[in-house]
């Protein structure tokens, strides 16, 4: 019958030892208080790293220089546009996919005027009542 | 009572030693020249669209005995070539010789270009065309889909919130439903101690190294142990495949890539903080997510030692959907061991393929 080969001896010392240590160390990681200290560590490098950054931010725009910062936001910015962009077309084409009867009972009903409405202004009474006075045409 | 070596067993002792220390050399050499970069990658195929940095790929069946092509994707943060890794470990080939033509979408590796990409990008711009490019592609209106980890959760994103798709039966692998139950570690986040823009860099997104690190701090001695796995597999006979499928597995498992900050937010505020999928709270855009909504055969696969994604996370999806509809296996493996090793050869891959024949059509040829 065939089957794996034996371990050598080594590998079978070293596979303990790593679970004998790997295992504890699993056991102290696996735990909310290791989350907490490295979201902590986290914030602390962040915190850091924005201090660093935004000194040499301030440094440079002392002088009207722009800073890798501004770059990024400038690059972020159009990300965003480019994002708005994709969502725009996603909706546009969602839009032209629906069936036309759909699309037929969404449009907004026409007004039915009704006899006693008022007529609405024509254009040329407001053109009336700002010409001159005397009634030359203005230019 | 102490044995005592003889000379002959010595000298065969020695002669041992020597041959083991020249093929440890000669493996050694190779495996520095191994191209470890994307896995090996056996099973042929084609690029049949790309978009931006997202890549859609056709591997076709030699004997394609269904019209459903299936398509596949992973997550934002995994490497996709993990699906095909090895020759004879290939998930991919492994569903083309079940008879599926299988499509590959893959998210890209994102950078600066892509920090604002939000979760909608993905489930209503790439996710609805790369489905419309397999169905011309196929001929075929019906697409299986199989998703994984935080794939799945692009893949219900997408079919709880609006219907008439052309999925028409869904693997969902290692699914988060339920973020109460997620590891403790993803606790800080949760409860708001640890905000996103924490871990998001100034170009906008979750640094690679960064998902990397906090997915192998919880074993810390896997370094090592890879380390003492490599001077073993270097004792290996070539023939037999074992040092070349540590380089490429050790090489996957240390691959990540960029999470784009603007869907990392809205991935811990939607589903870690909010459980979006469990409070019906989540949306896509300005659609509801629903999962009662899905109305196609789902497969829920779960690793029953998964400990990225416990198993308590993905059941509640039964409670959502209708029981003529769901189906579940609860497999003996880890998170990487639904789509990678023995396990995935033996068992979750035989069952996604019966599943995904069931709910598939046969071809012309096969019916004639």
């Known amino acids: 019958m065939t089957g794996k080969p034996d371990k050598p001896i080594w590998r079978k010392t070293f596979d303990k030892a790593e679970r004998a240590v790997g295992g504890r160390l699993e056991e102290m990681i696996d735990t909310r208080q290791f989350a907490d200290a490295m979201s902590m560590t986290a914030r602390v490098q962040k915190g850091v790293v924005n201090q660093v950054y935004g000194t040499v931010h301030r440094t440079l725009h002392l002088f009207g220089l722009s800073s890798l910062k501004d770059t990024r936001a400038i690059a972020r910015q159009l990300n965003r546009l480019e994002a708005q962009l994709r969502d725009v077309s996603a909706q546009l084409e969602a839009l032209e996919e629906q069936p036309l009867a759909t699309r037929a009972a969404q449009k907004k009903p026409t007004r039915v005027r009704a006899a006693s409405a008022q007529p609405r202004q024509p254009v040329q009474k407001l053109v009336e009542r700002t010409s001159k006075p005397d009634g030359e045409e203005e230019g | ?368």
Not at chain 2, 301 to 327: C, G, M, N, T
Request: glycine share 6%; net charge negative; with cysteine.
């Open chain 2, 1 to 368: 009572m102490a044995h005592t070596l003889s000379p002959g067993e010595i000298i065969a002792g020695i002669k041992r030693e020597i041959e083991t220390a020249t093929l440890r050399a000669r493996n050694g050499i190779q495996y520095l020249t191994l191209d470890k970069s994307e896995g090996l990658q056996p099973t042929p195929r084609t690029l049949v669209a790309n978009r931006d940095k997202v890549t859609l790929w056709r591997y076709a069946s030699a004997h394609k005995r269904y019209d459903e092509p299936v398509l596949v994707f992973l997550g934002l943060v995994s490497r996709s070539y993990v699906l095909d890794l090895l020759p004879g470990k290939s998930y991919i080939n492994s569903l083309c010789a079940a008879g599926f033509d299988v499509y590959l979408l893959d998210w890209g590796q994102p950078d600066a270009a892509e920090s604002e990409n939000t979760l909608e990008t993905y489930v209503d711009f790439y996710l609805p065309r790369a489905l419309k490019i397999v169905q011309r592609e196929s001929g075929c209106r019906d697409v299986n889909v199989i998703g994984y980890c935080f794939g799945a959760i692009l893949a219900l994103m997408y079919e709880a919130s609006r219907g008439n798709t052309p999925i028409s039966s869904l693997v969902l692998m290692a699914a988060p439903v339920d973020f109460r139950h997620m590891h403790v570690h993803t606790g800080p986040l949760r409860d708001g101690m640890l905000d996103p823009d924490d871990v998001i860099n100034d170009e906008g997104f979750v640094p690679a190294d960064v998902v990397r690190r906090s997915l192998s701090v919880r074993s810390p001695t896997y370094e090592i142990a890879q380390y003492v796995n490599l001077w073993d597999k270097l004792a290996s006979k070539s023939e037999s495949g074992a040092l070349e499928a540590h380089a490429m597995m050790s090489n996957w498992v240390r691959d990540h890539v960029n999470f784009p900050g603007a869907a990392f937010r809205q991935f811990v505020t939607m589903f870690l903080q909010g459980n979006g999928f469990i409070n019906g709270t989540a949306r896509a855009g300005n659609k509801k997510i629903d999962l009662s909504r899905i109305q196609v055969p789902v497969l829920s696969v779960i690793a029953d030692r998964d400990d990225l994604i416990p198993p308590k996370v993905s059941y509640p999806l039964r409670d959502f959907i209708s029981a003529d509809l769901y189906e579940e296996v609860v497999l003996k493996a880890g998170h990487v061991g639904l789509v990678l090793g023995g396990t995935a050869q033996r068992v979750t891959l035989p069952a996604i393929a019966e599943f995904l024949e069931r709910n598939s059509t046969l071809t012309a040829e096969e019916t004639a």
